[in-house]
């Protein structure tokens, strides 16, 4: 008994060569327009409540500005994670444009006292890990598609 295979004549399509910004500037822009025009400059108010949610245990969860900002930021490192696993020619400037990010981030940091709090600090450091991830993961999948004989 003979049985014929047969392979599809198309290649799998890769991603286009469609550039997305990295996501993690929208958080470093929110935090921007949010310290200088509602908070006057001062980032102590990214403590300040939003709104309360009543728990089961009877006490209140407490939200606060930074918080949300905080959310906003995990959910865009997630998805920075999941763009760094597509390779494409695209992937090497989106790499470097969320190094582009990051450094923005730290010279903010050191030389604007309206970055001086603890919500741009995590901010930044979710920067620096969607840029060690980026290269991290792109490296990874570069070496499995190189085969050494």
Known sequence: MTETVVL????????????????????FILYNIAV?????????????????????????WAITAGDLLLVVGIVAL????????????????EHMFSMLLFVVFLIEFLLVGAASSSVFFLLMVMSLIDVVAGFTVSITSASRDVSMN
């Open 8 to 27: 599809p004549n198309q290649r799998t399509p890769r991603r286009g060569n469609t550039f997305v910004v990295p996501l993690l500037v929208v958080p």
């Open 36 to 60: 200088f025009l509602f908070f006057g400059g001062n980032p102590v108010n990214w403590g300040a409540g939003l709104f309360s949610i009543p728990m089961p245990s009877g006490m209140p």
């Open 78 to 93: 997630f998805f920075e994670v999941l763009k760094s696993t597509q390779t494409a020619r695209n992937s090497i400037i």
